[in-house]
Nanobody
Framework: QVQLVESGGGLVQAGGSLRLSCAAS????????MGWFRQAPGKEREFVAA????????YYADTAKGRFTISRDNAKNTVYLQMNSLKPEDTAVYYC?????????????????WGQGTQVTVSS
């Protein structure tokens, strides 16, 4: 069983930055792909970014490319999402997730454990 706890969300003006963290416990994450998803009110949960266990292979949704950076510190069992140049349309609850796969995966069905989410609100 894996427990994931996100932190770092908040209210920020458009153009600002936030860094989300996801701390894991219960099992080492070092061999699993980790991902970030988000869900805005009235919308489905969508993929944002994923990172393989070595951290040398990352993948981003088009909406995140060039603005967001996913990283991980396996020694700390923590995954990060650095978000820059934030836009109002980035407003959502952001979720960290742990996959059973070692390759990069992008659908919610391919992730087994989820955090409780952290709210990100970007004002215009």
């Amino acid at each position: 069983q894996v427990q994931l706890v996100e932190s770092g969300g908040g209210l920020v003006q458009a153009g600002g930055s936030l860094r989300l963290s996801c701390a894991a416990s219960g099992r080492t994450l070092s061999t699993h792909t980790m991902g970030w998803f988000r869900q805005a009110p009235g919308k489905e949960r969508e993929f944002v970014a994923a990172i393989k266990w070595r951290g040398d292979n990352t993948y981003y949704a088009d909406t995140a490319k060039g603005r967001f950076t996913i990283s991980r510190d396996n020694a700390k069992n923590t995954v990060y999402l650095q978000m820059n140049s934030l836009k109002p349309e980035d407003t959502a609850v952001y979720y960290c997730a742990d996959s059973r796969y070692i390759r990069v995966v992008v659908t919610t069905a391919e992730y087994d454990y989820w955090g409780q989410g952290t709210q990100v609100t970007v004002s215009s």
